[in-house]
């Protein structure tokens, strides 16, 4: 696995993250695709921040085993799923953060809309603040299973794109690759902020 790059490039995404403070105490998980039918998931329960080539366990696709035995994030089922979805997802960021956490909560909807904000063009393609951009949120679930089914057929009507939120816990997003999975990361944790703060004060 020494000369897989995009793996480099998640470690590195993996550092940043925890530099930012985007996955406290263990929260948060990684991946990679490795071709068609794996990806290498970050293993369960490690600060996130800190994370080796080492700590990325094999994971197949379609049926969640681990060819290792070893144990993979507790939500690898998140992960898997939109590799399944997307053949081009090439990686997936989950994060915990202060804003996706609080935003997810306040809004007591399926979706959080974000629109007037030019950051909205850090997602791909979209090429105007005048769009609306929809990303869902998913009431939690401890049954992983459960809540991927759930995304799945609510996937069905209404195509996924970017990421979506888990109501009080956090955002998965992802890309073709690492780098447009941190700059979704980014952009959204960016819009996130904005909007969590034109909330509160256009509340007043
Ligand atoms: C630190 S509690 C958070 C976990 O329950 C989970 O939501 C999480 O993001 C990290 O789980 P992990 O199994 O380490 O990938
Ligand atoms: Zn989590």
Redesign the pocket.
């Known amino acids: 696995m020494t000369d897989f790059l995009p793996l480099e490039h998640l470690v590195a995404a993996c550092h940043w993250i925890g530099a930012k403070g985007w996955?406290p105490?263990?929260?948060?998980?990684m991946s990679v695709r490795q071709g068609a039918e794996y990806c290498l998931l970050?293993?369960?329960?490690?600060d996130?921040g800190n994370l080796t080539r080492d700590d990325f366990i094999q994971v197949e696709i379609a049926t969640n085993l681990v060819p290792s035995g070893r144990k993979?994030?507790?939500?690898?089922g998140l992960h898997t799923l939109i590799y399944r979805l997307f053949p081009q997802a090439g990686a997936v960021l989950?994060t915990?953060t202060v804003n996706s956490t609080v935003l997810s909560r306040v809004e007591k909807g399926n979706a959080l809309l974000l629109s007037g904000y030019e950051m909205q063009k850090t997602l791909a393609g979209q090429d105007t603040h005048l769009n609306t951009v929809a990303i869902p949120v998913f009431d939690n679930d401890q049954d992983i299973d459960a809540l991927a089914q759930r995304i799945e057929a609510f996937a069905a009507d209404m195509p996924l794109q970017y990421g979506f939120l888990l109501r009080g816990?956090?955002l998965t997003c992802w890309g073709k690759d690492v780098n447009e999975a941190r700059r979704h990361l980014e952009g959204l944790e960016f819009l996130f902020e904005c909007e969590l703060q034109r909330r509160l004060l256009e509340a007043k």
């Open positions: 996955a105490a263990t929260g948060g998980n970050s293993a369960s329960g490690k996130k993979p994030s507790a939500e690898t989950h915990h816990h956090g």
